[in-house]
């Protein structure tokens, strides 16, 4: 959830959507995102909603937001998310907890956020609920709790495991702890787990990509995503690259690392269904970011956290201490929204669904988005098979282009 600002029209103080986004709920799937932000410090390549201990202290020292009163804050968003949502029927398919750092809150109250939205709303049976981790925050006992508290998939920052180019992300891992963890989480009982790459940090050589490849795969996971460095203006690794102190991610690399990723874990049985995104089949595909990706409806809890319903999205205060107080108050978090029109919906369609391995269909598309599909088929950035199916379906080379071709179909 990057810290990017955002403008729209106020958000009602009771949190109200307009009638046209309320047709339909419970038709389409739904589904829950829960911001936790807190960490115990600040990665230097992070642009996401998130604060440390210290960073949520008054003048005087005083917590103006705590770890310990978060979970009856997330419980209070859930009850209005009912209130505004009416009576409909609304079963939630997917949860998913992300952050800043979930596990710095207690399996305790993770479940007890989990526990508001089962008897608000009702999980749908087989729900997926995931939560994501730092390995040094979770150990075999407390993934045996958060397993028994609901939790069906688990998502572990592994990044690099390379301490050179951790100490670049200032990130700290003990060496062999992302993969001790993922053994943790299946003797627990978890259904499906994840370990998250970054490739393209400064410092980073091919053969320490490779070696983090491989090392992710013989950890044994289901599900692998593997992200590209992106320098996000207002962080320190951005200051960092401006001083020279650091060289800027080279794009010819960052293509040679992708293409690696993708033929590493090819044949290791991991097939791409998103552009960053390689399950061991079906099963083991993320469905709350297909969700994301095909439009469903979800309510985002928690600062700074997006909610999207039937094309009406919003988006909350972002300090947590606005948040807690718009909530004591009886008020939405809501800090603004904006209302899409079909047009909107029709291009964040081609946009997001492009990026997955079913394409679009062509017939989003308007006259001079055809023929730019046309050219990128015969350019090898989209399956000429898939295009004879009526899809826009990218190809190995085209999912290094994926934001080019959304441009030329768009």
């Given at each position: 959830?990057?810290?990017?600002?955002?403008?729209?029209?106020?958000?009602?103080?009771?949190?109200?959507?307009?009638?046209?986004?309320?047709?339909?709920?419970?038709?389409?799937?739904?589904?829950?995102?829960?911001?936790?932000?807190?960490?115990?410090?600040?990665?230097?390549?992070?642009?996401?909603?998130?604060?440390?201990?210290?960073?949520?202290?008054?003048?005087?020292?005083?917590?103006?937001?705590?770890?310990?009163?978060?979970?009856?804050?997330?419980?209070?968003?859930?009850a209005l998310a009912r209130r505004v949502l009416g009576a409909a029927e609304v079963p939630v398919s997917t949860v998913f907890v992300g952050g800043g750092t979930p596990t710095l809150l207690s399996p305790g109250d993770l479940g007890r956020i989990l526990t508001a939205v089962d008897e608000t709303f009702g999980l749908e049976p087989g729900a997926e609920v995931t939560t994501e981790a730092n390995p040094e925050t979770v150990d075999r006992d407390s993934l045996l709790r958060l397993r028994d508290a609901g939790f069906t998939r688990i998502s572990f920052g592994m990044q690099s495991i390379h301490p050179h180019v951790l100490a670049v992300l200032e990130r700290a891992h003990t060496p062999g702890r992302p993969q001790q963890c993922v053994a943790w989480a299946y003797e627990a009982g978890f259904d499906h787990v994840n370990l998250d790459l970054i490739y393209g940090t400064p410092g980073e050589s091919d053969t320490d990509w490779t070696d983090s490849v491989r090392a992710a795969i013989e950890a044994g996971p289901d599900h692998i995503s593997a992200y590209?460095?992106?320098?996000?203006?207002?962080?320190?690794?951005?200051?960092?690259?401006?001083?020279?102190?650091?060289?800027?991610?080279?794009?010819?690399?960052?293509?040679?690392?992708?293409?690696?990723?993708?033929?590493?874990?090819?044949?290791?049985?991991?097939?791409?269904?998103?552009?960053?995104?390689?399950?061991?089949?079906?099963?083991?595909?993320?469905?709350?970011?297909?969700?994301?990706?095909?439009?469903?409806?979800?309510?985002?809890?928690?600062?700074?956290?997006?909610?999207?319903?039937?094309?009406?999205?919003?988006?909350?205060?972002?300090?947590?201490?606005?948040?807690?107080?718009?909530?004591?108050?009886?008020?939405?978090?809501?800090?603004?929204?904006?209302?899409?029109?079909?047009?909107?919906?029709?291009?964040?369609?081609?946009?997001?669904?492009l990026r997955i391995a079913e394409g679009c269909p062509l017939d989003l598309l308007d006259a001079a988005g055809r023929q730019g599909a046309e050219r990128a088929v015969a350019e090898g950035l989209l399956e000429a098979t898939a295009h004879e199916r009526g899809r826009a379906v990218l190809t190995q080379r085209g999912r290094l282009l994926a934001d080019a071709v959304a441009r030329d179909l768009t």
């Open positions: 959830m990057p810290s990017v600002p955002l403008h729209g029209d106020p958000v009602p103080d009771d949190g109200a959507l307009p009638a046209a986004a309320l047709a339909g709920v419970g038709t389409r799937p739904f589904g829950c995102y829960i911001h936790v932000p807190f960490c115990v410090t600040r990665c230097g390549y992070c642009d996401f909603n998130t604060y440390t201990a210290d960073e949520l202290r008054s003048g005087d020292g005083r917590a103006t937001a705590s770890r310990e009163t978060y979970a009856d804050l997330a419980v209070a968003e859930i590209s460095l992106i320098v996000e203006e207002g962080t320190r690794l951005a200051a960092r690259v401006r001083r020279g102190e650091l060289a800027p991610p080279d794009d010819d690399a960052m293509a040679d690392r992708y293409l690696a990723a993708d033929e590493l874990l090819s044949r290791a049985g991991f097939g791409w269904y998103e552009v960053s995104n390689w399950a061991r089949g079906a099963a083991a595909r993320s469905r709350h970011n297909l969700l994301y990706w095909t439009g469903g409806d979800w309510w985002g809890v928690g600062p700074g956290a997006h909610g999207h319903v039937g094309g009406t999205r919003w988006w909350n205060v972002k300090h947590p201490a606005g948040y807690a107080a718009r909530l004591a108050a009886g008020r939405s978090p809501g800090q603004a929204r904006e209302v899409l029109d079909s047009d909107d919906r029709r291009f964040e369609r081609i946009l997001l669904e």
